[in-house]
């Protein structure tokens, strides 16, 4: 079965441009959580869906950026007008479990976008 | 805020030592877990532990969650160079918040198994 997919696996924009990440979660997986890995450090809290819901955005840095999860599968993170201090590994993980995960439904993570803003 | 602290942030051995690595923290967790990551790789689920003084196995490894569930320990015997990799433990919500898996992530370990 396939896990978590993250798109593009690496990328680089210039300062001040804006980024899209991509996330296809585990088909059927309910709760979606979007993680930021900073080189050396263990993952950060971004941002958590319960299907299309966002139920809590409290950990994203600045209003650049967004996420959106529309039909309640696929996730996007945008980045608008990126920094430098945005350069990081952004990790996007699904639970099956209607509540965020559970013992028996834990977070499954994708391999992550890095990127680079130069 | 509630933080995580690990220790040691490195760790180089030779295959076949024993080590133990260690996840501290002054806030109480409902759960945690420990995930190992390898790079250009997403963080795997080793293990979650939700009962204070709990001791899971899991072949060579055992991982601890101290009795008030605010620090765990995870016990590798006769590392193996496959052991290699980064080493995070995470907790969930203090006990007796809502818990959802809005993980609190230590900064990691970084172990390096020679043959």
């Known amino acids: 079965g396939a896990g978590v997919s993250q798109s593009p696996r690496y990328k680089v924009a210039k300062r001040g441009q804006d980024v899209a990440l991509r996330c296809d979660p585990i088909?059927?997986?309910?709760?979606l959580f979007w993680y930021q890995q900073a080189l050396g450090q263990g993952p950060e809290f971004l941002t958590y869906f319960q299907n299309e819901a966002q139920l809590d955005k409290s950990g994203l840095p600045s209003d650049r950026f967004f996420a959106e999860r529309p039909e309640g599968s696929v996730s996007t993170l945008k980045i608008q007008r990126t920094q430098q201090e945005d350069s990081a590994v952004y990790l996007c993980a699904s639970s099956l479990a209607d509540r965020g995960i559970s013992y028996n439904s834990p977070l499954h993570f994708g391999n992550g976008t890095r990127l680079t803003v130069t | 805020t509630q933080l995580l602290e690990q220790s040691p942030q490195f760790l180089s051995i030779q295959e076949g030592e024993n080590l133990t690595v260690y996840c501290n923290s002054s806030?109480?967790?409902?759960?945690l877990q420990w995930y190992r990551q390898e790079p250009g790789e997403g963080p795997v689920l080793l293990v979650t532990v939700v009962t204070g003084g709990e001791v899971k196995k899991l072949k060579r490894l055992t991982f601890q969650f101290g009795d008030a569930r605010k620090d765990s320990s995870l016990h590798i015997t006769a590392a193996q160079p496959g052991d290699t990799g980064l080493y995070l433990c995470?907790?969930?919500?203090?006990?007796?918040?809502?818990?959802?898996?809005?993980?609190?992530f230590g900064q990691g370990t970084i172990l390096t198994v020679h043959p």
């Open positions: 995470a907790g969930d919500k203090d006990a007796g918040g809502t818990s959802y898996g809005k993980l609190t």
């Open positions: 088909s059927g997986h309910v709760s």
């Open positions: 806030s109480v967790f409902s759960s």
